[in-house]
């Protein structure tokens, strides 16, 4: 007989997201911000899908810097560059409300993109690094 508790944790576990499944939520949600704020004229929106913007980076770079073990140098390099890069922008678009959010959704598309094309290929059995 499987104990209760047991069957509740496999549960919980069956249906969470794992580590990539999250991140690809977290740019997905990003997008849909940026591009709401992008169509709107409410500036409110507009610095709240900014500040959402500058967060998550930050997060990215933060979690980038230490070597953790679980990416390349390579890629720990790739992704502190590109979070500089996405964050500069993101100042420069905070100070200047008429400055287009459309490269901030690029940048976003494509780390969604590559989140997506990796979960596809652990999915498959590949050993790919972790992104994020």
Known sequence: M???ALKAYQAVTETSLTGREAEAVCFRMLIEDLEAAARGGDPQA???ALDRHQRLWSMIMKANILDNGLASEE????FVRLADQAQKYG???ILHPDLSLAPLI???ENVLAGLEMVSEGNERGSGADRMV
């Open 2 to 4: 499987i104990h209760p």
């Open 46 to 48: 507009r610095n709240r």
């Open 75 to 78: 890629d720990r390099t790739l």
């Open 91 to 93: 100042i420069r678009a």
């Open 106 to 108: 690029e940048i976003a």
